[in-house]
């Protein structure tokens, strides 16, 4: 079985994220979105709400699963016996920090690969970092965001 982990933060996740997870899909076995908490990143959204809506968002894609994580994902690569990592990316700095992390993990685990994909152009300048900042003004996200999802989004940013 080809299995890749797809890792990120995903706070809250986009549809350049679904976008990059529906394209994967295609390509492997079984895709696993790997949901970091990573408290010094200081997520919006909690772990448990994170992967609640990655699962709702991706709900219709059958070969994925999504996951929790708190460790290396090195470590995460041997437990969920995968030596495929996914990213993706939009623009030359995204390529910069990731092409770092790359050579990074792969100096700590040889055998693990990363693969970068490109989002769609529609999706090309969506980040999780653009949803979170117009969220404290009630700013439009429909076009960024799954749209299953919205209900979550508003209900956690009405309790804020």
């Known amino acids: 079985m080809r299995r890749a982990i797809y890792p990120g933060t995903f706070d809250p996740i986009t549809n350049g994220h679904v976008d990059i997870i529906t394209r994967a899909s295609m390509m492997f076995d079984e895709i696993i979105v790997a949901v970091a ?3 010094k990143k200081k ?5 448990e709400q994170r992967i609640a809506m990655a699962k709702k968002a991706t709900r219709f894609i059958k070969n994925v699963k999504v996951i929790g994580f708190s460790s290396l994902l090195v470590d995460l690569s041997d437990e969920l016996e995968s030596n495929i990592i996914i990213r993706g ?8 920090y990731e092409f770092q992390m790359g050579y990074a993990n ?3 685990k ?4 990363t693969i970068f994909l490109m989002p769609s152009l529609e999706y090309a300048f969506i980040s999780s970092s653009i949803v979170r900042s117009l969220l404290p003004f009630h700013g ?3 076009h960024l965001v799954p749209h299953c999802i919205l209900d979550d989004i508003e209900k956690i940013r009405n309790k804020e």
């Open 43 to 47: 997520p919006m959204f909690t772990v």
């Open 140 to 142: 439009k996200i429909e």
């Open 110 to 113: 040889k055998e693990l690969e």
């Open 89 to 96: 990316i939009r623009a030359v700095s995204d390529f910069e």
């Open 37 to 39: 908490d990573n408290p």
């Open 106 to 108: 792969s100096s700590l």
